[in-house]
């Protein structure tokens, strides 16, 4: 099993939709999780942190289940400027080792 | 602006040749990363260091070298012996080591060789 893993996608989704991603994890023993965002040829930056079981911030909804080790991005009411790709982030190791997903990309349409 | 600044935003490297990226941050943090990300592929971890004078290999260390003689500054060298360097590479800081602490990034930079 990869560290972390996440649907490629793309998600094709009108303006206005609720989307949401899922992301799988192997080390039942990351106690932090992040969301990050990455635009085209951008760098990656810092959606969501998700500390216990989740965090909200307007339209966006992190979810976390360590039972069964994933994690959960819900956007509500997309907007145009939402469609990126989404980078799940998982700790990994004694030290601050960030395991990136490959990420999943949303492309909203009018 | 506090932030981080890597340059150049492109660079092109001839074969044989050692390129230097750089990386610079006015944060105070304590930790730095480089990471390289390819098409399609999540960032790869190539070296960090915890804390000035101190830093480890990451997961794809072999063909790169760095150096943390300030503590907001991580330049990371391209050496010859990587034989694929075309990537984009990203710099990235925390407050501290520890695991609870996003990573911030730089808007990195991308080499092609020649």
């Known amino acids: 099993r990869k560290e972390v893993e996440q649907d490629p996608g793309p998600f094709n989704v009108p303006e206005g939709a609720t989307v949401a991603f899922n992301c799988t994890y192997s080390?039942?023993?990351?106690?932090?999780f992040f969301w990050y965002r990455q635009d085209c040829r951008k760098e990656p930056k810092l959606l969501m942190s998700?500390?216990?079981s989740g965090n909200e911030d307007g339209r966006f909804t992190a979810q976390l289940n360590r039972a069964s080790q994933y994690i959960s991005l819900l956007i509500r009411d997309s907007k145009l400027s939402d469609s990126a790709t989404y980078l799940c982030?998982?700790?990994?190791?004694?030290?601050?080792?960030?395991?990136f997903g490959a990420g999943t990309r949303l492309a909203v349409h009018p | 602006d506090g932030g981080i600044t890597q340059s150049p935003k492109y660079l092109f490297r001839k074969e044989g040749q050692n390129v230097t990226l750089s990386c610079e941050q006015n944060l105070n943090h304590d930790a730095m990363y480089w990471y390289r990300q390819d098409p399609g592929q999540g960032l790869r971890l190539i070296y960090y260091?915890?804390?000035?004078?101190?830093?480890q290999k990451g997961d794809i260390a072999e063909g790169y070298s760095v150096s943390r003689e300030k503590k907001e500054s991580f330049p990371l060298t391209v050496t010859s012996a990587q034989k694929n360097p075309t990537a984009f590479y990203l710099c990235a800081s925390s407050i501290s080591a520890d695991s609870n602490q996003p990573q911030h990034f730089g808007d990195g930079t991308r080499l092609s060789i020649l």
């Open positions: 260091s915890q804390i000035v004078n101190d830093f």
């Open positions: 080390n039942s023993a990351s106690q932090s």
């Open positions: 998700v500390y216990s």
């Open positions: 982030v998982v700790p990994s190791g004694g030290y601050n080792k960030l395991i």
